[in-house]
């Protein structure tokens, strides 16, 4: 199975409707970024969580990491067509030596006007 | 933030040739990696490219395929070598900077 599942696999949003992602790790999480990927593009760094518990922010987009460390959601605010792409998780499995990340298959947002 | 430098962002190439994929990052960094996205499918671990030494693959990638050169801190090439059809997929080049991980633009090579 799947180190990183991702949920849900898309989503369809009218603008001006909230939404949530998760993301969950089979292992524990010793990091879990976001990104964001508009179609055959590159990685937009969005945030990384490392502690249980912990929540950041960034605009109209707040990401989670609950206290087992185990999982994560990401939660927009009031949705706009600029938040359409496909929304990655990565999670740091190795706890600091072979850092590598592992990736969640994406969920693909679109946000209808 | 860092700022990476990828190129080409896109190629067509012929089957049985070879492509090599630039990344040039705007700071020193220790590490550095080369990811590839086949059509549909998330971002999959290719190699840690090791200044100084030979690059770290994972499993089911081979330097023969995929040798890779970090000549130093700010620097790597990645080349997709004897390509087949299988071989079409975006290429991203990643860099660790404290404890954030940033991605260059891609590379989306298509070979006929």
């Not at chain 1, 898309?10 to 879990?32: A, M, P, W």
């Not at chain 2, 550095?32 to 971002?43: A, D, I, K, N, T």
């Not at chain 2, 090791?50 to 990638?61: D, L």
């Not at chain 2, 997709?80 to 991605?103: G, H, Q, W």
Request: overall charge positive.
């Amino acid at each position: 199975s799947q180190e990183l599942e991702q949920s849900p696999q898309s989503l369809i949003v009218q603008e001006g409707k909230n939404l949530t992602i998760n993301c969950t790790s089979s292992k524990t999480l010793y990091g879990l970024y976001w990104y964001k990927q508009k179609y055959g593009e590159g990685l937009i760094f969005l945030m990384m969580l490392q502690k249980g518990g912990e929540e950041k922010s960034h605009e109209k987009i707040t990401a989670k990491l609950d206290e087992k460390k185990q999982q994560s959601s990401l939660h927009i605010t009031a949705s706009q067509p600029s938040h359409a792409g496909i929304y990655l998780c990565g999670a740091d499995h190795s706890g600091g030596s072979n850092y590598k990340l592992t990736f969640g298959k994406g969920t693909l947002l679109t946000v209808n006007p | 933030s860092a700022v990476i430098s990828q190129k080409p962002s896109r190629d067509i190439c012929q089957r049985g040739t070879s492509l090599t994929i630039q990344c040039q990052v705007d700071s020193q960094v220790t590490m550095m990696f080369w990811y590839r996205q086949q059509p549909g499918q998330s971002l999959t671990l290719i190699a840690t490219a090791n200044q100084g030494s030979e690059a770290t693959y994972e499993s089911g990638f081979v330097i023969d395929k995929f040798p890779i050169s970090r000549p130093n801190l700010t620097f790597s090439t990645l080349t997709v070598s004897n390509m087949s059809p299988e071989d079409s997929s975006i290429y991203l080049c990643s860099v660790k900077r404290n404890t954030e991980a940033f991605f260059g633009q891609g590379t989306r090579l298509t070979v006929v």
